[in-house]
């Protein structure tokens, strides 16, 4: 939520600090974290026998299945009748699939983060099962990107407008399927809220809602995410749209500085990057 918007581009463009303010995120720390499922569970009741007289093991939980999703080995899930699941692709030829700096997407402009990337290791999640929703970087999961490029796209004109961090990710073996297992994992035990984490400020996310997906790729997912401010009135809405095509996934994370839902991440930016994508990787 932080950072996709405030990193500025290369080239000596303008630094657009966008969540400088942020409502009053940056810098302020928010008390009290959503539970993740609502159950109450302790890692202690996983994987053993509840004290009923039955003798069974309880169920799991949507936040159990989360977490064994979460910190599972790469390459674990089952990619079996999974098109076009190979090895990934390298950090070359990644970036020539992305967007270039300065390529312009209808009215949005496409640039390179000169701050380093958004939404990095240092994002995490409380609950950690919630953790695939706040961040897909190296070293944020327990599925690590052999090569990721990011991008960040808005309205150059605009101080105050929607951003979107385009972010590409290629895996070994079948890590991307593994991340979209623990991502749509997360999305469900994690609906409830969960706080974001960063070394100066906390974030309240209230809800977690999924919503339409592009019909792109082998799978996608999609959600809205509800955040509130540090005072406790004022609501903010973030999108995360998520697209799997073999070991790749592509990522578009959207937000604006304002209480405005913007509604979803832009189709123009989702579509001109899938296309550039499957244009290039088919040749």
Request: overall charge negative; hydrophobic content about 35%; charged content about 25%.
């Amino acid at each position: 939520m932080f950072g996709a918007g405030n990193q500025g581009r290369s080239g000596g463009r303008r630094v657009r600090l966008r969540r400088a303010a942020a409502l009053a995120f940056v810098g302020a720390v928010l008390t009290g974290a959503a539970a993740c499922g609502g159950d109450g569970a302790t890692d202690g009741d996983k994987g053993g026998k509840d004290a009923r007289t039955d003798g069974k093991a309880p169920a799991s939980t949507p936040a159990d299945d989360a977490e064994d999703a979460a910190s599972a080995g790469p390459g674990e899930s089952d990619t079996s009748g999974t098109s076009g699941v190979s090895g990934a692709l390298s950090q070359r030829d990644l970036t020539a699939l992305a967007f270039t700096d300065g390529e312009k997407i209808g009215k949005y402009t496409a640039g390179e983060f000169s701050l380093g990337e958004p939404q990095g290791e240092d994002y995490t999640a409380a609950p950690a099962a919630c953790q695939p929703l706040v961040s897909l970087a190296k070293g944020a999961t327990a599925f690590d990107p052999a090569s990721e490029v990011h991008r960040n796209v808005d309205v150059a004109e605009e101080m105050v407008g929607t951003t979107v961090a385009v972010q590409l990710r290629s895996y070994n073996g079948g890590g991307a399927a593994d991340v979209m297992k623990a991502l749509g994992a997360a999305g469900k035990a994690c609906a409830g809220g969960f706080v974001e984490n960063r070394a100066v400020a906390k974030g309240q996310y209230l809800k977690v809602e999924p919503v339409k997906a592009p019909d792109y790729g082998d799978e996608a997912q999609a959600y809205r995410f509800t955040i509130l401010d540090v005072k406790g009135t004022l609501k903010l809405y973030e999108y995360l749209t998520v697209v799997r095509s073999g070991a790749t996934t592509l990522s578009f994370r959207a937000d604006i500085l304002d209480t405005k839902d913007i509604g979803k991440v832009p189709e123009e930016v989702i579509t001109a990057q899938w296309k550039k994508f499957e244009a290039a990787s088919t040749r």
